[in-house]
């Protein structure tokens, strides 16, 4: 059963810190790493990917992946009230067909 | 102009009865998917179709049944309505299955209630 695992938080953090948020899988064999922010009652919305070792930035946004370790994580600097959210993380498979999806980390910014 | 849209948005109906939700995308995406995701908020995947075919049928009831009358439209279908079924459900789509970056497009949510 291929897995992804996240702590579910809640996790504050204080305005204008940097939030870090984890993600670990199980299969060895995953090539394509996704975060995904979820306001609540909307629908997840994609904000970063990753396919190789190393860093990825994208404005405030950074994420990194470690295949050895089998961890992903996302960094959201100078965080905002606005990134309140649910951060969900998903892995493709070895099936080419689904991602696998992480339960969720909720994430509150306190002004 | 809305990439993926699905209809209707909430939907609250009784035990027993049938209902179908609507997901239509304008992206030109070959592959579109089926989630459920309960009080709990875990996305559980139910099906999905590449160009029309079938390609993941999880473990659901089969009161469920989805039905892709072209790539652009996938439809859901559920039969005998139970407690259990409320949640949103939520379409996506993907340009195409096979692809490795699979990034994958969601629609709004059909928020579904039974009574």
């Known amino acids: 059963q291929k897995e992804v695992e996240q702590n579910s938080g809640p996790l504050s953090v204080p305005e204008g810190a940097i939030a870090s948020l984890n993600c670990t899988y199980s299969?060895?064999?995953?090539?394509?790493f996704f975060w995904y922010r979820q306001y609540s009652g909307k629908s997840p919305e994609l904000i970063m990917s990753?396919?190789s070792n190393g860093d990825k930035e994208d404005g405030r946004f950074t994420a990194q992946l470690n295949k050895a370790s089998q961890y992903v994580s996302l960094l959201i600097r100078d965080s905002q009230p606005s990134d309140s959210a649910t951060y969900l993380c998903?892995?493709?498979?070895?099936?080419?067909?689904?991602?696998?999806w992480g339960a969720g980390t909720k994430l509150i910014i306190k002004p | 102009d809305t990439a993926v849209s699905q209809t209707p948005k909430y939907l609250v109906t009784q035990m027993g009865n049938d209902k179908s939700i609507k997901c239509e995308q304008n992206?030109?995406?070959?592959?579109m998917y089926w989630y459920k995701q309960d009080s709990k908020k875990f996305l559980k995947i139910m099906f999905s179709?590449?160009?029309?075919?079938?390609?993941i049928n999880e473990t659901v009831p089969n009161r469920f049944s989805p039905k892709s009358p072209d790539k652009a439209h996938l439809n859901l279908h559920i039969n005998s309505l139970e407690l259990g079924d409320s949640a949103v459900y939520f379409c996506?789509?993907?340009?195409?299955?096979?692809?490795?970056?699979?990034?994958?497009?969601f629609g709004p949510g059909t928020r579904l209630t039974v009574l």
């Open positions: 996506a789509s993907t340009l195409t299955a096979g692809s490795s970056y699979n990034e994958q497009f």
């Open positions: 992206l030109g995406h070959d592959t």
């Open positions: 179709y590449n160009n029309k075919e079938l390609i």
């Open positions: 299969d060895r064999g995953s090539q394509s």
């Open positions: 990753i396919y």
């Open positions: 998903a892995v493709r498979g070895d099936s080419n067909y689904q991602l696998i």
